[in-house]
Nanobody
Framework: QVQLVESGGGSVRAGGSLRLTCAVTGFTTNDRCMGWFRQAPGKEREGVARTHARFDFTWYADSVKGRFTISQDNAKNLVYLQMNSLKPEDTAMYYC???????????????WGQGAQVTVSS
């Protein structure tokens, strides 16, 4: 059964850090593009970071570059999003997703987790 389960969300003050974890079952993380997206109330879902280990590819949205780091542990089939220097505008539901290729379009990602809420207060 293909499944993505996020954990690690929570509430922090601005400047704080959180690490999200995406536990993957049903396929090998090394074989897919793994991405993190987020959606704030009233806004469209946006890509935050994505990576394809097989092709040594990583991408970050300009808004998180230098603050967020995507990584994965292929032995454990886990994908992480380390978020540092968090800002109130980072508040959103964060989703882990998988696709065959690292498309910028959320519609290309066939498998999604249930989401993890991140709330950053000023």
């Amino acid at each position: 059964q293909v499944q993505l389960v996020e954990s690690g969300g929570g509430s922090v003050r601005a400047g704080g850090s959180l690490r999200l974890t995406c536990a993957v079952t049903g396929f090998t993380t090394n074989d897919r593009c793994m991405g993190w997206f987020r959606q704030a109330p009233g806004k469209e879902r946006e890509g935050v970071a994505r990576t394809h280990a097989r092709f040594d590819f990583t991408w970050y949205a300009d808004s998180v570059k230098g603050r967020f780091t995507i990584s994965q542990d292929n032995a454990k089939n886990l994908v992480y999003l380390q978020m540092n220097s968090l800002k109130p505008e980072d508040t959103a539901m964060y989703y882990c997703a998988a696709a065959a290729t690292c498309s910028s379009r959320a519609s290309e990602y066939r498998t999604w987790g249930q989401g993890a809420q991140v709330t950053v207060s000023s």
